[in-house]
């Protein structure tokens, strides 16, 4: 299944094919990483003074902000030239 994800997602890039490249193995990386990190902050039983749980999302939620953030960027820098 991953051969045909990741041809895909490189059809039609062209010259940017290395870097959607570069990006499909950092989502590979992340999703290996994250889970075992969010884990980890569950096990510390609370946080601060939410429960560990639910303290365990902010992980996510910076990860998404970080690729909002990029996306923004990136878009702002395509529109203006």
Known sequence: MFPTIYGIALKGLGDDSTLGA???VMAIVGGALMPPLQG???DLGTVAWLPAVNAS?????ICFLVIC???LRTNRR???G
Not at 57 to 61: G, K, M, N, T
């Open 22 to 24: 570069a990006g499909l």
């Open 40 to 42: 980890s902050i569950i």
């Open 57 to 61: 999302f902010v992980l996510p939620f």
């Open 69 to 71: 953030i990029y996306g």
């Open 78 to 80: 395509r529109i203006m």
